[in-house]
């Protein structure tokens, strides 16, 4: 079964610095890798997501992620962070359904990201 | 342009009371799901469907039913509410082909 670790409950930023979250997946195959953002009292909206090709994948907000298979990582960054940055943010894997598709996406615990002045 | 539609928002439930959390989507989406929330613990799948009449569990399904019967909803079923049951649900749902899951606004699940 897949899994995703996100080693960071919380993370402060100070506004205009550069951000990295980090993810780490485990997984048999090649995965379907997913970061999504939860604003306070919010659903989740996707930023971004990677099936193949490219590994550098640009999302919504300015955000981006590489894919790197050697360190099984999906790590989202951003250049700098502005104070509606603020939020909950997870990252998932999803898994291949026999008849293809997403077969339920298994998410990681969160990372709370507080932006300082 | 309604997405993903959850409905009640909020409830408070005692214990041993049945209710039934409703979902319904606009995107013909064969792929629906529910997940709960809980503080650090991230989401976790309850109960999944790939299309009509086809149901399957996920990592917590225990205390929960599902079906299927149309493509627009799915109900997800609590039939006797325990404190353990408190938690934010969020119904999701994806095309198939694109994985991309779409999320509702959640309902928030007191048991007391």
């Known amino acids: 079964a897949q899994s995703v670790t996100q080693p960071d409950i919380h993370i402060t930023v100070s506004e205009g610095a550069s951000l990295e979250l980090r993810c780490n997946y485990s997984y048999g195959a090649t995965p379907y890798l997913f970061w999504y953002v939860q604003s306070p009292g919010q659903g989740l909206q996707l930023l971004l997501k990677?099936?193949?090709?490219?590994?550098l994948v640009q999302g919504i907000k300015g955000f981006e992620a590489e894919f790197k298979r050697s360190q099984s990582s999906f790590n989202l960054r951003k250049p700098s962070v502005h104070w509606s940055d603020a939020a909950e943010y997870f990252c998932a894997v999803g898994a291949e359904y026999s008849g293809g598709g997403a077969d339920g996406l298994t998410f990681g615990k969160g990372t709370h990201l507080i932006i300082q002045p | 342009n309604a997405g993903v539609t959850q409905t009640p928002k909020f409830q408070v439930l005692k214990t041993g009371q049945s209710m039934t959390l409703q979902c319904a989507q606009d995107?013909?989406?064969?792929?629906m799901s529910w997940y709960r929330q809980d503080p650090g613990m991230g989401l976790r799948l309850i109960h999944y469907?790939?299309?009509?009449?086809?149901?399957d569990q996920g990592e917590v399904p225990n205390g929960y039913n599902v079906s299927r019967s149309t493509t627009e909803d799915f109900p997800l079923r609590l039939l006797s509410a325990a404190p353990s049951q408190t938690s934010v649900y969020f119904c999701?749902?994806?095309?198939?082909?694109?994985?991309?899951?779409?999320f509702g606004q959640g309902t928030r699940l007191t048991v007391v």
């Open positions: 995107m013909n989406h064969e792929y």
């Open positions: 999701a749902s994806s095309d198939l082909n694109s994985f991309e899951a779409f």
């Open positions: 469907s790939v299309g009509a009449g086809i149901t």
């Open positions: 990677y099936f193949s090709g490219d590994t």
